[in-house]
């Protein structure tokens, strides 16, 4: 799976967004320093939003293969200049977040994306996990496989990446 660094301001929804990629239940839990998991970075807000940390980002976007910038739909500006996309020397893709807030614009937080020069735009919402699944499939690499693509259909059927009985044992 390719690794993915995830930098927005606080409150943008990047360690849902994570806790949601990676399966897990969904807590709040403020971010006070740089996670550097196995295919997931997940950065501080502050390092986004203050002159002096946002140099840290540039170093952990090298350590990733594909650079997110994550905007909530009810955030009243974006944080980041248009262009600003053509600094790095990696993939960046938008991710609009909080899709389904009540004072959410999602259009307006993607058109922002894309003025910072984001070419693919996903919309995500952790909590329902809507939107989980084609960030997956868009970091899945060839020979990965998905959570949902080991598990057996609901009529009993099995997915073609499956053993038969007798191979697996």
């Known amino acids: 799976m390719k690794k993915i660094a995830l930098m927005g301001r606080s409150e943008a929804g990047k360690t849902t967004l994570t806790q949601a990629l990676k399966?897990?239940?969904?807590?709040?839990?403020k971010t006070q320093y740089v996670n550097n998991f196995d295919v997931i970075?997940?950065?501080?807000?502050?390092?986004a939003?203050?002159?002096?940390?946002?140099?840290?980002?540039?170093?952990?976007?090298?350590e990733a293969d594909i650079v997110g910038l994550l905007v909530a739909s009810n955030e009243p500006y974006c944080l980041f200049p248009p262009c600003s996309t053509c600094t790095a020397n990696?993939?960046?893709?938008?991710?609009?977040?909080?899709?389904?807030?009540?004072d959410g614009k999602p259009e307006r937080a993607a058109s922002w994306l894309r003025l910072a020069?984001?070419?693919?735009?996903?919309?995500?919402?952790s909590k329902t996990q809507e939107g989980i699944p084609e960030i997956l499939e868009y970091l899945k690499e060839d020979g990965d496989v998905l959570p949902w693509e080991t598990k057996p259909e609901a009529d009993?059927?099995?997915?073609?990446?499956?053993?038969?009985?007798?191979?697996?044992?």
């Open 23 to 29: 399966g897990e239940k969904i807590h709040y839990h």
């Open 117 to 125: 020069g984001c070419k693919k735009i996903f919309y995500v919402d």
């Open 156 to 169: 009993g059927k099995k997915r073609a990446n499956e053993l038969p009985q007798e191979e697996s044992q």
């Open 41 to 47: 970075i997940d950065t501080p807000g502050e390092y």
């Open 90 to 102: 990696r993939e960046v893709i938008g991710i609009v977040t909080k899709i389904h807030a009540p």
């Open 49 to 62: 939003q203050t002159h002096g940390l946002g140099h840290a980002l540039a170093l952990y976007a090298y």
